[in-house]
Each structure stands twice: as C-alpha cells, then as structure tokens.
C-alpha cells in the first residue's frame, strides 16, 4: 500500500510537461498503430470483394487488432490520469504485441508476404510505444511497485 507521500510524488510527476509530452507521443504511437491496423482490413476487403485472396485467419486477426487498439488508447488515457494498472498494461502490451505480430507474420505459408508486410507495420509503432513506457519521464511518474 502506497503512502501519502508516494501518491503525491506520482500526482506532481504526472503534470510534468515532459511526463505529459511522454503520453501524448503514446498516444500519437497508439493512434498510427490503429491507423494502420484499419489499412491492413480495409486492403483485405478490398483484396476480398475483388476476387483475390483473403483468408477467415487474415479478416480475423486484422480485426481483432483493430479492436485492440481503442482499448490500448483507452488505458493510455487512464495511465495518463494516474492509474498505475493501466500504465502497467500498456508497457505489457506494447512489449508483448509487436513480438506476437512479427512472431505469426514468420510462420511459413500462414499469410501472403504482402498481408505479413503491412500486418508487420504496425508494430513498430507499438515498439516505440515499449521504449517511452519504459523511459525516464514516466517511470517517474510510476515508480516501481514493492
């Protein structure tokens, strides 16, 4: 259980102009991801309603990471308030998610090299979203639990 005096370091560290700066970059990255994440489902209708290729695994997955991204941005907003929880599920997540996407792009004959490319450019944006989450403004800002 935190004390009052942590609660207060963490409430001055979050109006920060460089913590503040931190999640709205955040933001930006988790954004781009759910931009491109509409592109990469918008291109597999179009490859469907035009004759070509598109599997139920492409439309799948490229909708659940469409999904996924309100929510990530939604906990950035919540972290950025002040929530502990959210922070650490964003940090999780933009870890975990980029290795999960290149991870299934590399499996052999799962997905066409195009569907995997663009699938693939999403994840940068969730790498960068790893690095803030773990630099000095907002780690301030979320001092390791004990």
Same mark, same amino acid.
């Given at each position: 259980m935190a004390n009052a005096g942590d609660i207060t370091t963490t409430t001055a560290q979050l109006g920060d102009a460089r913590t503040q700066e931190a999640f /709205?970059?955040?933001k930006k990255c988790v954004t781009l991801f759910g931009a491109v994440s509409a592109i990469v489902l918008g291109v &597999? =209708?179009?490859? /469907?309603?035009t004759g070509h290729e598109a599997s139920s695994f492409m439309w799948i997955r490229g909708?659940?990471?469409?999904? &996924? =991204?309100?929510?990530v941005y939604r906990m950035t907003v919540r972290a950025s308030e002040g929530s502990y929880k959210a922070f650490d599920r964003v940090r999780t997540l933009s870890t975990v998610m980029p290795i999960a996407i290149i991870g299934v792009d590399l499996i052999p004959g799962l997905c066409p090299a195009w569907y995997a490319v663009l699938q693939g450019l999403s994840a940068?944006?969730?790498?960068?979203v790893a690095f803030i989450t773990r630099g000095s403004a907002l780690s301030a800002a979320?001092?390791?639990k004990k």
């Amino acid at each position: 259980m935190a004390n009052a005096g942590d609660i207060t370091t963490t409430t001055a560290q979050l109006g920060d102009a460089r913590t503040q700066e931190a999640f /709205a970059t955040v933001k930006k990255c988790v954004t781009l991801f759910g931009a491109v994440s509409a592109i990469v489902l918008g291109v &597999v =209708a179009v490859m /469907a309603f035009t004759g070509h290729e598109a599997s139920s695994f492409m439309w799948i997955r490229g909708a659940v990471l469409l999904a &996924v =991204a309100p929510l990530v941005y939604r906990m950035t907003v919540r972290a950025s308030e002040g929530s502990y929880k959210a922070f650490d599920r964003v940090r999780t997540l933009s870890t975990v998610m980029p290795i999960a996407i290149i991870g299934v792009d590399l499996i052999p004959g799962l997905c066409p090299a195009w569907y995997a490319v663009l699938q693939g450019l999403s994840a940068p944006a969730l790498i960068g979203v790893a690095f803030i989450t773990r630099g000095s403004a907002l780690s301030a800002a979320f001092p390791k639990k004990k």
